[in-house]
């Protein structure tokens, strides 16, 4: 089954540091799409960055960027600079083919709390 | 919003009833989705539609229909009601498929009693 991975249930930085959420995922296409998604206290599901599979330059929005290691299946997001509005739950997600669909498989979350 | 009505925003339902719960977008977009998400489990795909008429199973479709009679709305139907369904639901849309960003509705969360 194709999978995807958040090895760490819970994160904290201090304000204005950086912090890196890992994620490794598991498919067998030769291109596919990655996602970091954020979902704040509000409970609103946020999209923080997408990476396609074939492009070989990591994907950054502006504070967020991702370190995308494709051999060894690794797709971790770096928060620069951190924000305490950055204090959310970020999950990695991964699209899979199942069935001859495409599906949204996502991680079980990290919760980030960013300190003052 | 993201362009994503879902109502109600809180439910408490016995064990047995049934309820529909609502979804509805604006921006004429062809992919709807339903997600679950329970406490460190991450969100889980129950159902979802690529355009009006057409729905497939997602990775827990078990208690839970669809239908898609109308490109705006997508609505989740309990057919009977368990305490294993108390979740937070998730109605998603996007233009193409889930390779795009998907835009979530603010939630639906659901208590079987």
């Known amino acids: 089954a194709q999978t995807v991975t958040q090895s760490q249930p819970e994160m904290s930085v201090q304000e204005a540091e950086t912090v890196t959420l890992s994620c490794t995922y598991d498919t067998s296409e030769s291109n596919y799409y990655l996602f970091w998604y954020k979902q704040p206290p509000s409970r609103q599901m946020i999209l923080v960055i997408r990476?396609?599979?074939?492009?070989?330059q990591n994907a950054t929005e502006n504070r967020f960027s991702v370190n995308f290691q494709k051999a060894a299946k690794s797709f971790s997001l770096k928060i620069s600079d951190s924000q305490l509005g950055d204090t959310a739950m970020y999950f990695c997600?991964?699209?899979?083919?199942?069935?001859?669909?495409?599906?949204?498989?996502f991680g079980k979350g990290t919760k980030l709390t960013v300190n003052p | 919003n993201a362009g994503v009505t879902q109502t109600p925003k809180f439910q408490v339902l016995k064990t047995g009833q049934s309820m529909t719960l609502q979804c509805a977008q604006d921006?004429?977009?062809?992919?709807m989705s339903w997600y679950r998400q329970d406490p460190g489990m991450g969100l889980r795909l129950i159902h979802y539609?690529?355009?009006?008429?057409?729905?497939d199973q997602g990775e827990v479709p078990n208690g839970y229909n669809v239908s898609r009679s109308t490109t705006e709305d997508f609505p989740l139907r309990l057919l009977s009601a368990a305490p294993s369904q108390t979740s937070v639901y998730f109605c998603a849309r996007n233009r193409t498929g889930p390779a795009y960003e998907q835009y979530f509705g603010p939630g639906t969360r659901l208590t079987v009693t």
């Open positions: 990476q396609e599979a074939y492009k070989q």
């Open positions: 921006m004429n977009h062809e992919y």
């Open positions: 997600a991964s699209v899979i083919t199942q069935g001859g669909s495409e599906k949204l498989v």
């Open positions: 539609s690529v355009g009006a008429g057409i729905t």
